[in-house]
């Protein structure tokens, strides 16, 4: 789960750089087609992103220390990776406004935050092997 996540993690990098310079391609600008597309983007990408990171962080060597996880330790995992991604994405939200080609949108930032929580709760819930 560790590769899933930083590829997706690069992926996503990506595509923030190729919004900014102007250049995505029309199979990602299409969600903006119809109506709140980029805020389903927002939401899928950023739930996945944190899905992908917590499910790596829980099963990782770290916490193989323990026979089981606590709640409160799979808990503070879980918050703790999504309040840095929180600031990271505010970040790059505010950022948008320095890049002509971008627009700062609180709606978009709401509708990130929204697929970090459910990104989270998935993680958080499913079941270790």
Known sequence: MKYISALFFVFIIAVIILADTG?????ITALYD??????LGHFVLYGLLNCFITIAFLSSHL????????AASRGWVTLSIGLTLALLI???E???????TR??????????YLGL????WVAYHMKRP
């Open 34 to 39: 119809f109506p709140n597309g980029d805020k």
């Open 23 to 27: 250049s995505l391609p029309r199979s």
């Open 90 to 92: 505010a970040l790059e």
């Open 94 to 100: 505010y950022s948008q406004k320095f890049f002509s």
């Open 63 to 70: 916490s193989k220390h323990f026979d089981a996880l606590s």
């Open 103 to 112: 627009t700062f949108d609180l709606i978009d930032l709401f509708a990130s």
């Open 117 to 120: 929580l459910a990104g989270g």
